[in-house]
């Protein structure tokens, strides 16, 4: 059976002492990185032909870590992997210029996580404790079934994060394990347009509109900045309090964007074999933050769908994308181009057939029909 690549985050319980050494080392993976690129920044304005390998970069990481006898102390895999971050930065920017060159890591961010990687077939978890080097056993929380897959025996793990929300701190364990059963092909493919999140945010050619809010959350951000405005002191106990409640609301934010992601696409794949995206899907915003204007991440999504086709129905078409280009002025019925149909019209009449449409759900239906199986602008394969 083929071995599939699979991240489970859990809920880490460390004591006071673990704490303490978990920052300190967010704090020297940080300030290697930093370290790293302000040197090979030097270097290359003097000499532009230096490439950013990951050997040069470690060879100038490990300068500084014989220099600075602290950065001795830290735990040594999660400083190299810190200079692997730093070269896939680059790699991604040559790769593609969209990227952006790599930048300096700052605390204020609040980006705290370190990885940490794990030698083959060395077990770190017992039932529910996780051990890790400098910081020895460290409980978690986890369901059931993930427990269970944790502790199976002869699991590979390949590495280990550990990361800080600002309230929880996580370990995100990323295993080899058997592919997944999959999916039997049902045969069945829609076309989707992309909407604003009013209308539903995308539609499907089966007239069905999903819709998506964090209304409740970003009313309590904007509530709570309110009363950490007036907060003069810095270390006050009311702002402290204030701020942890702020990063709450944060958190809930994302993790219910998380979890909508995963169980959509889940659903979606599991019911259908070809999903029809129109090509360009990667310049349209969709506003779900109301005034902080936070965006829904359709990239994201869409990535969601390629792997979940390829983890549970590979023998399918998958994701497949067409040329938008009229759709939604077109009938799907009769083919006539409404060439006065404006903007803010959601539904119409077709003058030549009389047919009764919505926008968005006539869009979907061209959007389908413009694909024929093994002639797209792009899939899944």
């Not at 025996?153 to 059963?181: E, F, Q, S």
Request: glycine share 4%; aromatic share 10%.
């Amino acid at each position: 059976m083929d071995k599939r690549v699979m991240a489970i985050k859990v809920r880490l319980k460390p004591s006071p002492e673990q704490i303490e050494e978990f920052h300190k080392n967010f704090g020297c993976v940080r300030k290697v990185y930093n370290l790293t690129l302000n040197e090979y920044n030097k270097l290359y304005e003097k000499d532009n032909s230096i490439k950013p390998t990951y050997t040069f970069l470690y060879n100038l990481m490990m300068k500084y870590k014989k220099s600075i006898p602290y950065l001795d102390k830290m735990e040594s895999t999660s400083l190299q992997q810190s200079i692997r971050d730093l070269t896939n930065a680059f790699n991604n920017f040559f790769k593609n210029p969209a990227h952006n060159l790599p930048t300096f890591h700052r605390k204020k961010d609040k980006k705290f996580s370190f990885r940490q990687t794990i030698p083959p077939n060395k077990k770190i978890i017992e039932k529910n404790k996780i051990s890790l080097r400098k910081y020895g056993k460290i409980p978690f929380q986890t369901s059931k079934e993930y427990r269970k897959l944790l502790n199976q025996p002869g699991l590979k793990i390949n590495n280990i994060t550990i990361k800080y929300d600002g309230i929880h701190y996580y370990a995100i364990i990323n295993i080899n394990y058997d592919a997944l059963k999959h999916f039997e092909l049902t045969g069945k493919k829609i076309g989707v347009d992309i909407n604003s999140n009013k209308n539903g945010w995308i539609v499907t050619s089966d007239g069905v509109k999903e819709h998506f809010d964090v209304n409740h959350e970003n009313k309590m951000i904007k509530y709570l900045n309110q009363l950490i405005s007036p907060c003069r002191k810095k270390l006050s106990r009311k702002k402290k309090e204030l701020l942890k409640r702020l990063q709450k609301q944060y958190n809930k934010r994302t993790n219910k964007l998380q979890d909508y992601i995963e169980k959509l696409s889940y659903n979606i794949v599991k019911k259908y074999d070809v999903i029809v995206f129109e090509k360009n899907y990667a310049k349209i915003k969709i506003l779900i933050g109301g005034e902080q204007n936070l965006i829904f991440p359709l990239s994201k999504f869409i990535n969601k769908l390629k792997k979940k086709f390829e983890w549970y129905k590979p023998e399918a078409e998958g994701v497949v994308f067409v040329d938008a280009k009229n759709t939604s002025k077109t009938c799907h019925k009769c083919g006539h181009i409404n060439e006065n149909l404006d903007v803010k019209t959601r539904d119409w009449i077709c003058p030549k057939c009389g047919e009764k449409l919505d926008r968005d759900v006539n869009a979907a239906i061209n959007i389908l029909n413009r694909w024929t199986p093994g002639d797209c602008l792009e899939s899944t394969q």
